[in-house]
Every structure is written in C-alpha cells, then in structure tokens.
C-alpha cells in the first residue's frame, strides 16, 4: 500500500509518498512527471516517514544542511538507480554534470564512455527530488537545464544551498 501526505516550503507544495518501507515519491505540486509512480490505489496519512522527510525539509529550507536522511525506497531500473546512487553522493552546495555522471557510469561499467543523455533522463525521472538532489546536475557550461520541478526552483534550490551557478 501507498501513503500520501503534502508539506508547504516557501517555493511551493510538495506531495510526499510512501510506503512501508521508506519514501518512495518527492514531488512538486504540478512537476513533471509528478506522482507517476503513486499507486492508483494510495491513502492520506501520517506515518512517521514523513514526520522525518518533513523535518528533514524544514531543515533544508532554512538554509542548512540536514544531517541525515529519511528512510527511502528507491524503485527503477538498475541504470535509474545507479544514477541516483550518484545523485546521493553530490555535495551540498555543489554540482555535477550530466557528462560527469556519464563518465562515472562508464568507469563503473568499464566502457569507454555512457549517454549523457540517458543519464539526463534517469536524473529527469529521479522520483525523491531535493532529498535526492537532482537538482545539482547542471549542463556542461554550467547551464541550469533539465529539472522537473521547473528551472526557477532548480535556481532556488541551488541559491539556497549558496552553490555557483553558470560559468
């Protein structure tokens, strides 16, 4: 079964899903691909998941660097999660190319060179956005392309966290 909950930040509602095991959705409301992994079937209630994604956000959203993550529940192809196994590991306040994520798959892979591309569609269907910070992947010139949420959050996000934009 599957569990929804919503939480306001101050650049706009988000819709939290879960399930037993941990988080399985962090959307924006109007996002694109928002909720397409809910389960038709699902139920508004509070669990403690999203007690801890909630603190979490409100964390997050004053500027600070929370400390710890709440339970998650990663489901998608193995290509989507290691992706977002990458994802995980961007710091705070910084960020990556979809080419240097690309190049990272290649060498776990050992082939000579992987899809940005592809890597901009795994990241683009990254279902637990700002936990799983999707947000940190810039273009190659630093561009700030490709976020779900829209362009304008990308840039708030990353203005909050105080992380260089552009060139």
Known sequence: MQYINHYHTPIGGILLAADETGL?????????????????????????????????????????????????????TPF?????????????????????????????????????????????HNKISVIIPCHRVVGTNGSLTGYAGGIDKKRKLLTLEKAKIGR
């Open 24 to 76: 399985t959705g962090l959307w924006f409301d109007g996002a694109k691909y928002s909720a397409d992994c809910l389960a038709w079937k699902h139920e508004e209630r509070d669990m403690p998941v999203f007690e801890q994604a909630k603190e979490w956000l409100t964390i997050y959203f004053s500027g600070q660097e929370p400390d710890f993550l709440p339970p998650v529940h990663m489901t998608g």
């Open 80 to 124: 989507q999660l290691t992706v977002w196994e990458i994802l995980r590991t961007i710091p705070y306040g910084k960020t990556i190319t979809y080419g240097e994520i690309a190049k990272e798959i290649a060498v776990r892979k050992g082939i000579p060179r992987m899809s940005a591309q592809a890597v901009g569609g795994a990241v683009g």
